[in-house]
Structure formats: C-alpha cells, structure tokens
C-alpha cells in the first residue's frame, strides 16, 4: 500500500519556522491548487471576468530538519512549489472535550519552480538548493 501525495501551487503565506523542545526543525506552509469550478450539471463555466472560474484548496505542508531549514530560509509568499509527500491525520480533544481532526502533508521533498525573495533581504534566491 502507498500514502503518496504530489501537489504543484503557490504558497498562501510565509513559512511559519520554529524548533521543538528536542531541537527539531519544524517550518509549516501552505500550498493553494486550483482546479477548474463545475456548475450543478458538471460543467465548467466563466466568471464575470471571462475566465474559466477556479475553486481553491488551502493544503497544510508539514518539513522537517534540513528541509525544514531550506524551505524556512528561501520560501516566499506566492512562490511556485511542488510537494511530494505522504498524508498524515491527527486526533486530539480540544478544551471542551469536542473531538477534533486534522490532516496535513508531511513533506519528503520540495521543489522551488519559480523564484522567492530569499530571507536575507537581497531579494534573489539563485543559490537555493535543490531539496530532497
């Protein structure tokens, strides 16, 4: 059986970084795809601008240590992202008791397919690696 997941979009946000009490790097981001809008026949129609109109989904993208790093250091809000990874569900009560669930992608690999502004001001990111 295989749990993989590859998605191709932009990032909604800056990534959000931070380190676990065990010294673990963790960075989350969000990745938007878009797929084409049906109406209630299953046909896809035009906005009021002419364009072929798009519904969009917001995927939390979870990376760990050296990719965490990467991704942390030379991702920008808007850049172009490919993700290959695997789904991942989570449980837990919140404070009133309520069961609640989450779901998210933790991140093997992330490929940069367009340029970011890197974190260090100059806004150019060519030294980037390439993240497996």
């Not at 970084?17 to 049906?38: L, M």
Request: glycine content about 12%; proline content about 2%.
């Amino acid at each position: 059986m295989t749990n993989l997941v590859i998605l191709t979009g932009r990032l909604a946000r800056d990534p959000e970084s931070r380190e676990t009490k065990g010294g673990t790097s963790v960075t989350g981001i969000t990745v938007v795809t878009d797929r084409p809008a049906r109406d209630k026949d299953g046909k896809t129609y035009k906005d009021e601008n002419g364009y072929t109109a798009k519904d969009s989904e917001f995927h939390r993208v979870t990376c760990f240590n050296g990719l965490s790093k990467t991704v942390g250091q030379f991702c920008t809000k808007g850049q172009l992202v490919s993700v290959q990874g695997r789904l991942h569900y989570t449980q837990w009560e919140d404070q009133d008791g309520v069961k609640r669930y989450g779901c998210e992608i933790l991140a093997d690999k992330v490929d940069f397919l367009s340029r970011g502004n890197a974190r260090d001001g100059d806004g150019d990111n060519r030294d980037a690696p390439e993240i497996d």
